[in-house]
């Protein structure tokens, strides 16, 4: 089975902190996603990656940063935190292009932000 | 036109019941159509997906029905069971890209 491994469940943090969310995948998936959930909103892409070092920005980037150095894990950088970044982050891999395959999320890392 | 419209946002179901949840998009670029189940404390896990050269697809008590023409597909949850209380995201997806275009999802509880 496909497991996507999300390091940290629940983080409180302060306002200015910087955050740092990992995702590991053993499945050896070619693409990587960060989503936000929050109620009412659905599920936002935040930053994918489609290979090691390369990364490319969704719908909601804006105050986020990633790293992926090694294929298995991608990483959710907040450089400075604020209050609207609580929220449920969500790691993904897949194999394939969307219109071709399914996507594996982890459980999730939810964030508050004091 | 990157959308995808749910409706509705929660449901109520009696156990035994049917649960309908619709969801529509504007691109015809898209073709492939998931549908992703999340219980409390749980990632989302694909359910049932279809792709437009079918007008429905059925696994179990789930069935997908699409209208390629009205640009619209709905889930369809046959003999709802309180195990099925979840949140479902209906999503998008096009061959051509590696983005997933999802729905706001539908808190859905089935009363037993």
């Known amino acids: 089975d496909v497991k996507v491994t999300q390091s940290s469940r629940y983080l409180v943090k302060r306002t200015g902190e910087k955050v740092f969310l990992e995702c590991v995948q053993d499945?050896?998936?070619?693409?990587m996603f960060w989503y936000r959930q929050d109620p009412g909103l659905g599920l936002r892409l935040i930053y994918f990656?489609?290979?090691?070092?390369?990364?490319e920005k969704g719908d909601i980037p804006e105050g986020y940063s990633v790293s992926r150095e090694k294929k298995e894990r991608f990483s959710l950088i907040l450089e400075s935190a604020s209050t609207n970044q609580t929220s449920m982050y969500l790691c993904a891999s897949s194999l394939n292009l969307a219109g071709t395959g399914e996507l594996f999320f982890g459980e999730g890392s939810r964030l508050t932000v004091l | 036109q990157q959308q995808v419209k749910q409706s509705p946002q929660s449901l109520i179901v009696q156990k035994g019941g049917i649960s309908i949840i619709n969801c529509a998009y504007e691109?015809?670029?898209?073709?492939?159509f998931p549908w992703y189940q999340q219980f409390p404390g749980k990632g989302p896990a694909l359910l049932i997906a279809?792709?437009?050269?079918?007008s429905e697809k059925k696994e179990g008590r789930f069935t997908i029905s699409f209208n390629k023409s009205a640009k619209q597909f709905s889930l369809h949850i046959m003999d709802s069971q309180p195990g099925d209380s979840a949140t479902y995201f209906c999503a998008a997806g096009s061959s051509g890209t590696y983005k997933y275009i999802f729905g706001t999802g539908t808190r859905l509880k089935v009363l037993a």
């Open positions: 990656s489609y290979d090691v070092k390369m990364k």
């Open positions: 279809i792709r437009p050269d079918v």
């Open positions: 691109n015809t670029a898209f073709d492939y």
């Open positions: 499945m050896d998936h070619e693409n």
